[in-house]
């Protein structure tokens, strides 16, 4: 089974679903992600992510809103069940006395009638009494009024509440605290099937994001790939030869502001600018020879030092932009290579794997893409890729894949915003390509194609 995505760790999560498929789509800004895995039939895992911009499921403030409001539609509801009651309750007896003194009224008009029966005295205490009840008539009236308005109000209540509930119902059938503890154990098991992910086939480059304007045209910047998620530091290379300065900074916001934390001056400069931190050592190729040098920035000592056999150097087989960049050291998923050209193989681009410790090649890999042709190239998960410039219009053009020894023309775009790029290198912790864009240090978001394994995979 196949997933398509890349989870970058400066970056942005790329991958999107919907949370309701059938109703209106959340944005990821509104804070509505949730992380979900499940299995097949057939048992082999599957991954589906909203991905969450910021905090997973917080209490925005419009569901606070409408959960605040419900609470008092609900309490105004009570109260007015309250008095409905009791006013219903003293209804009866209005109710009871208007008869009554209706009853009364027409037998005063009974007796008026016929008041020449009765004594003058009873018939004028009568009418005294009758006189005081009259007010009490348009009072009556105006409380079954009242009454009905009650009524009124109670069914509105009801109403509005049925509108709300069905409103809140829309926006999420689970309680808040239900949906994090949720969403919590979903991203549990999506990290758990993440673990199942093989290497991944590039489909798209976004960006850049320009991190830092630094420095001459040309340039590299990195981070170990293999270092910890808490060790985020970051080396900087200014120039592509006649420079032995390698500047330190603790993370990239001390890179950003400028505050280097230590510099190294190593014993040979470098050529180009294609050098890679790996595992805490420095690997760059040694001016003016194909010599290979592994440098330890904690020893401050060369650790291995290994001529890289019948690669030209030197500006024989540069890439298009020139610079010395002959030979041009990275690492990915699988390990570290070193990507350059031989008058064995015409000219054309040559893969090696090397050896972290002892720089010996383990095996080399002949490809058909002249390497003077080529802007500049990285690995990801054993697959090199190709751009067919330096310049504005660069794209991802050739690939070439170790595992199967085979190769294929692609049409991957990306936007080199600055018109110069002198180095492009993948890091496989970041999932994100670092570049030095004409004396900009910029990163790029990479989109994968990944391929899950289960057990049965061998």
């Not at 008026?112 to 348009?138: N, V």
């Not at 549990?188 to 320009?210: H, N, Q, Y």
């Not at 080396?235 to 230590?262: H, L």
Request: glycine share 6%; net charge neutral.
């Amino acid at each position: 089974m196949r997933a398509p995505g890349s989870v970058p760790r400066l970056l942005l999560l790329s991958l999107l679903a919907a949370l309701h498929p059938a109703q209106t789509q959340i944005s990821p800004k509104e804070g509505w992600q949730v992380y979900s895995s499940a299995q097949d039939p057939d048992g082999r895992c599957i991954c589906t992510v909203v991905a969450p911009e910021q905090n997973l499921c917080s209490r925005d403030a419009k569901s606070r809103q409408l959960r605040q409001l419900l609470e008092k539609v609900q309490n105004m509801s009570q109260s007015i069940e309250v008095l409905n009651l009791r006013t219903q309750r003293d209804f009866q007896y209005v109710l009871k006395m208007e008869t009554q003194m209706k009853g009364l009224k027409a037998k005063f008009r009974q007796i008026e009638d016929d008041r020449k029966t009765l004594m003058t005295k009873h018939f004028q205490e009568l009418k005294e009494k009758m006189d005081e009840l009259l007010p009490l008539i348009p009072v009556l009236e105006q409380y079954k009024t009242d009454a009905k308005l009650i009524t009124q109000f109670k069914e509105e209540i009801r109403n509005l509440s049925a509108v709300l509930t069905g409103i809140q119902e829309e926006i999420g059938a689970y309680d808040y605290e239900e949906l994090h503890q949720r969403v919590l154990s979903l991203e549990t098991r999506l990290r758990d099937c993440m673990k199942k992910l093989t290497c991944g086939k590039l489909m798209k480059i976004t960006g850049p994001i320009t991190v830092k304007i630094s420095g001459t045209r040309f340039g590299a910047w990195m981070t170990d790939p293999l270092a910890s998620e808490k060790n985020n530091r970051v080396w900087y290379m200014d120039s592509y030869t006649n420079n032995k300065i390698v500047r330190e900074y603790k993370s990239i916001a001390d890179f950003v502001s400028g505050a280097e934390s230590r510099t190294y001056n190593l014993p040979f400069k470098w050529a180009g600018t294609n050098h890679v931190v790996y595992n805490g050592s420095l690997y760059f190729n040694k001016y003016q020879s194909n010599i290979i040098i592994k440098y330890s920035f904690d020893t401050g000592r060369v650790l291995a030092q290994r001529s890289l056999e019948y690669a030209g150097f030197h500006n024989v087989y540069p890439y298009t932009w020139g610079g010395f960049s002959d030979i041009d050291l990275m690492a990915d998923e699988i390990g570290l290579w070193a990507v350059y050209a031989t008058n064995q193989n015409a000219g054309n681009i040559v893969i090696s794997q090397l050896n972290q410790d002892t720089l010996e090649v383990l095996k080399s890999w002949s490809t058909g893409y002249p390497k003077r042709s080529a802007g500049e190239s990285f690995m990801i998960c054993g697959t090199l890729y190709v751009t067919n410039s330096h310049l504005t219009g660069a794209k991802v053009y050739y690939s070439y894949s170790t595992k199967t020894s085979t190769y294929e023309y692609t049409d991957i775009p990306f936007h080199n915003q600055y018109f110069h790029i002198s180095m492009l290198d993948y890091n496989a912790r970041d999932r994100a390509l670092y570049a030095w864009n004409n004396g900009h240090q910029v990163l790029f978001n990479v989109t994968l194609f990944h391929v899950i394994k289960t057990e049965d995979d061998t």
